[in-house]
């Protein structure tokens, strides 16, 4: 964009509602059909959840695609906000760690030795 022109706020509001419109249109159908599939109770920690409670339960996508919702369910688990905060935070440490289980950046070896010149300043006499 160039500099010197200002966003239009209208048309950014207009494509950020459809946006949201859309997403919650999509979260509502799969979600109301995942709850009359299974059971109120979550899939993790087992707990039971009723109308009172129900805004609790959410659905996670078991392969992490928000768009992978097949008619049988088979992407789908009820879990408790907990649960389901877990599992992302799981999810996105294995995915920070790589695939060996290490950190992005290979280990370096230390190469200072603190303690290489300690025998030497014991040996001098004040």
């Known amino acids: 964009m160039p500099p010197n022109k200002k ?4 048309r950014l509001d207009r ?6 419109k859309n997403a919650e249109q999509r979260e509502m159908g799969y979600r109301q059909r995942a709850l009359q599939m299974y ?6 920690c ?4 009723t109308r009172a409670n129900l805004q ?6 078991r392969d992490h ?3 992978n919702n097949p008619s049988d369910g088979s992407n789908w688990e009820l879990l408790c906000l907990y649960c ?10 294995a995915d ?3 695939p060996s289980g290490q950190g992005s950046a290979p280990a370096l070896a230390a190469t200072h030795s603190p303690f290489a010149a300690l025998e030497a300043l014991l040996k001098k006499k004040p």
């Open 84 to 93: 389901h905060d877990n599992e992302h935070s799981r999810y996105l440490e």
């Open 56 to 61: 609790q339960l959410t659905v996670h996508h």
């Open 15 to 20: 494509i950020v509602a459809d946006a949201r």
């Open 39 to 44: 059971p109120w109770i979550c899939g993790r």
């Open 7 to 10: 966003p239009d706020a209208a």
């Open 65 to 67: 695609n928000h768009d």
């Open 96 to 98: 920070r760690q790589g």
């Open 46 to 49: 087992t707990r039971e959840f």
